[in-house]
Antibody, heavy 116, light 107 residues
Framework: VQLLESGGGLVQPGGSLRLSCAAS????????LSWVRQAPGKGLEWVST???????YYADSVEGRFTISRDNSKNTVYVQMSSLRAEDTAVYYC???????????WGQGTLVTVSS | EIVLTQSPATLSLSPGERATLSCRAS??????LAWYQQKPGQAPRLLIS???NRATGIPPRFSGSGSGTDFTLTISSLEPEDFAVYYC?????????FGQGTKLEIK
């Protein structure tokens, strides 16, 4: 299993960013995919999950601002982040699972910095 | 939201010693609890799923136990590579939540 995140970077408060996670090594369409973040020096925080059927779930802290989606033809999961705040600054990890299963594989993460 | 409380926050032990890490849930999660290990600069790695099932490739010195609200991760004899931060996580209900972590450091 390989998960490769991209799209991180520096963005101003109130701005938008889209992260991507390209997956390989498993039958993508059969699994839930999730985003988990980690602010600098802090613990892990679950952000969002999309199930294999397309159901979506969000943490309260991002509900209404982040949108998770998947493209099974490209084996890729996305998170569109808008109205970004300083407290969204974190390494964002893509993880396989999170629906009815654990997070059994993780990408290496992509850093999002929200700052003016 | 289910709150997971890990203790202790920091555990200082020597290689060869036994480590016992605790995770307590604010309400029952049945056996839907997992443990992850994270080393500095690395992504988390799944150790234990469903309270007691070791993930593929995890050495037998790692074991998990518990159900309901009280869970334990035990490392029977610490190896140098085991010093890291450990997180518990529940999948019993939404939102998925993690504990705040236990840092296992070398004494």
């Amino acid at each position: 299993v390989q998960l490769l995140e991209s799209g991180g970077g520096l963005v101003q408060p109130g701005g938008s960013l889209r992260l991507s996670c390209a997956a390989s090594g498993f039958t993508f369409s059969n699994y839930a995919l999730s985003w988990v973040r980690q602010a600098p020096g802090k613990g892990l925080e679950w952000v969002s999950t999309i199930t294999y059927t397309g159901n979506t779930y969000y943490a309260d802290s991002v509900e209404g601002r982040f949108t998770i989606s998947r493209d099974n033809s490209k084996n890729t999961v996305y998170v569109q982040m808008s109205s970004l705040r300083a407290e969204d600054t974190a390494v964002y990890y893509c993880a396989k699972g999170g629906g009815s299963s654990v997070f059994d594989s993780w990408g290496q993460g992509t850093l999002v910095t929200v700052s003016s | 939201e289910i709150v997971l409380t890990q203790s202790p926050a920091t555990l200082s032990l020597s290689p060869g010693e036994r480590a016992t890490l605790s995770c307590r849930a604010s309400q029952s999660v049945s056996s839907y609890l997992a443990w992850y290990q994270q080393k500095p600069g690395q992504a988390p790695r799944l150790l234990i799923s469903d309270a007691s099932n070791r993930a593929t490739g995890i050495p037998p010195r790692f074991s998990g136990s518990g159900s309901g609200t009280d869970f334990t991760l035990t490392i029977s004899s610490l190896e140098p590579e085991d010093f890291a931060v450990y997180y518990c996580q529940q999948r019993s209900s939404w939102p998925r939540t993690f504990g705040q972590g236990t840092k296992l450091e070398i004494k």
